[in-house]
């Protein structure tokens, strides 16, 4: 299957359907106050990226966003990839562009929060398998059950 992974706008159909699908995947893994969810609005932001990923016939199977919060801090939201074609490591393709845009901008850290529970277990083996690392809360995401958080500290070459 061949796959093509691009920076686009979230305010497309098929991306607002990839967003629904997401949702509706996290909705009975954890309370709601506990979801911290971006609208394809919010993620049409000047400070969010978002990449999709398209197959062969350039049906939307895959996104995933970056969010820059500072010259110091960008955080990975929205991961998500078609239920049909998972296994296909678009996922880890996906996640790669937001590292690489993370460093090209010339952020130190990527962060990311994420649930727990069995639902949860694929994305957490993503991000391990990626070189995320497990850590405490950040931002103003609260301490509780419901959340995993990871990192990446990020190498920025130094300017010559």
Same mark, same amino acid.
């Given at each position: 299957m061949a796959i093509s992974i691009a920076i686009e706008t979230p $305010?497309?159909?098929d991306v607002r359907d990839l967003v629904a699908r997401l949702n509706a995947h996290l909705l009975p893994l954890s309370p $709601?106050? *506990?979801q911290f969810k971006m609208t394809v609005e919010q993620m049409a932001g000047a400070d969010t990226t978002l990449f999709v990923a398209r197959d062969e016939t350039g049906k939307a +199977?895959?996104?995933?966003? $970056?969010? +820059?919060? %500072?010259a110091e801090l960008g955080e990975v939201? #929205?991961? *998500?990839?078609?239920?049909?074609?998972?296994?296909? #490591?678009?996922? %880890?393709a996906l996640l790669d562009a937001i590292v690489g845009l993370a460093r090209d901008r010339g952020l130190p850290m990527l962060m990311l929060e994420t649930g727990t529970g069995d639902g949860m277990a694929e994305a957490h083996r993503l991000y391990s398998r990626s070189g995320f690392t497990p850590r405490g809360p950040f931002l103003d995401y609260p301490d509780s059950e419901w959340s995993a958080f990871y990192e990446m500290p990020l190498k920025v070459e130094a300017s010559a």
């Open positions: $305010l497309q159909d $709601l106050e *506990f +199977v895959g996104m995933g966003a $970056l969010k +820059v919060h %500072s939201k #929205r991961m *998500f990839t078609d239920p049909e074609v998972r296994g296909k #490591r678009i996922g %880890s």
